[in-house]
């Protein structure tokens, strides 16, 4: 079994910068792939970015430029910094790991971009 427990949601004005930590325990391989997602209100959960054991990132359009994906392999840790946020930001993010075709969810964290 695999556990993700994410950190570093909340509050923050237009144009602020939050960074998301997810970390995972139990039986994680050697490779996989790690990344967030995020479901607003009344819409579907979509990927905000991914990234591969190989250090491969993949971001979504709406974010490129403003946020970042990272992994420490050492801690089994992601995480995501997220500058220049938006409105439009506002979700609950959710941490993802996929190996052996299997994916596995964190809790969420919200996320809410407000002045």
């Known amino acids: 079994q695999v556990q993700l427990v994410e950190s570093g949601g909340g509050l923050v004005q237009p144009g602020g910068s939050l960074r998301l930590s997810c970390a995972a325990s139990g039986s994680i391989f050697r490779i996989n792939t790690m990344g967030w997602y995020r479901q607003a209100p009344g819409k579907q959960r979509d990927l905000v970015a991914s990234?591969?054991?190989?250090?491969?990132?993949n971001y979504v359009d709406s974010v490129k430029g403003r946020f970042t994906i990272a992994r420490d392999d050492a801690k089994n840790t992601v995480y995501l910094q997220m500058n220049s946020l938006k409105p439009e930001d506002t979700a609950v993010y959710y941490c993802?790991?996929?190996?052996?075709?299997?994916?596995?969810w964190g809790q969420g964290t919200q996320v809410t971009v407000s002045a």
């Open positions: 993802n790991l996929l190996q052996w075709l299997t994916n596995y």
């Open positions: 990234i591969t054991t190989g250090g491969v990132t």
